[in-house]
T-cell receptor, first 111, second 117 residues
Framework: QQPVQSPQAVILREGEDAVINCSSS?????VHWYRQKHGEAPVFLMI?????EQKGHEKISASFNEKKQQSSLYLTASQLSYSGTYFC????????????FGQGTRLTINP | GAVVSQHPSWVICKSGTSVKIECRSL??????MFWYRQFPKQSLMLMAT?????????EQGVEKDKFLINHASLTLSTLTVTSAHPEDSSFYIC?????????????FGPGTRLTVL
């Protein structure tokens, strides 16, 4: 079943923060985050495994609450290059192989 | 990170013809490859999962006789769209994982834009 992302779209000014949520009705083993720019393939950002961990890389971080079956992606002090559509992909069990992607969140960063 | 290539990057064909798209993992062996289809402003819809040396597993609603998938080696998977029609026009993206090496991530190819006239 497809996870639900919120918001569907967000417009920010450069330097502002954003949070993108990904919720599933099923128990999850892992959540993967990707960013896709128009006409290009998705680019891997990070993966969070079951265990309630939080990860980060520079100004982009994410958390995974397995009890709530929810993951959140945090973009701090957004840059113009952060613009794109963000997808979460969920894996129900370890070794399931395939990911089910949310509908995407379109992020627009204006100068 | 691991690199996945796709060829061609775009193709235009006439209705009724077949089109083959190649997906290659360049610097790792892909035990599993996935094929997605993406319509404009929509999400990635998984079409099928292919494991090297075995038949692909198709998602519900995907015609396996129309979308032929072959994963003959650990670095190459092909998707053939047979008897293509305008409604098959879409962005086709492959991805690959190497679960044996502990790669949890899926690495995506650059995609192939198919236009059927």
């Amino acid at each position: 079943q497809q996870p639900v992302q919120s918001p569907q779209a967000v417009i920010l000014r450069e330097g502002e923060d954003a949070v993108i949520n990904c919720s599933s009705s099923k128990a999850l083993y892992s959540v993967h985050w990707y960013r896709q720019k128009h006409g290009e393939a998705p680019v891997f950002l990070m993966i969070l495994l079951k265990g309630g961990e939080q990860k980060g890389h520079e100004k982009i971080s994410a958390s995974f609450n397995e009890k709530k079956q929810q993951s959140s992606l945090y973009l701090t002090a957004s840059q113009l290059s952060y613009s794109g559509t963000y997808f979460c992909g969920t894996e129900a069990v370890q070794g399931a192989q395939k990911l089910v992607f949310g509908q995407g969140t379109r992020l627009t960063i204006n100068p | 990170g691991a690199v996945v290539s796709q060829h061609p990057s775009w193709v235009i064909c006439k209705s009724g013809t077949s089109v083959k798209i190649e997906c290659r993992s360049l610097d790792f062996q892909a035990t599993t490859m996935f094929w997605y289809r993406q319509f404009p402003k929509q999400s990635l819809m998984l079409m099928a999962t292919s494991n090297e040396g075995s038949k692909a597993t198709y998602e519900q609603g995907v015609e396996k006789d129309k979308f032929l998938i072959n994963h003959a080696s650990l670095t190459l998977s092909t998707l053939t769209v047979t008897s293509a029609h305008p409604e098959d026009s879409s962005f086709y993206i492959c991805s690959a994982r190497d679960l044996l090496a502990g790669f949890n991530e899926q690495f995506f190819g650059p995609g192939t834009r198919l236009t059927v006239l």
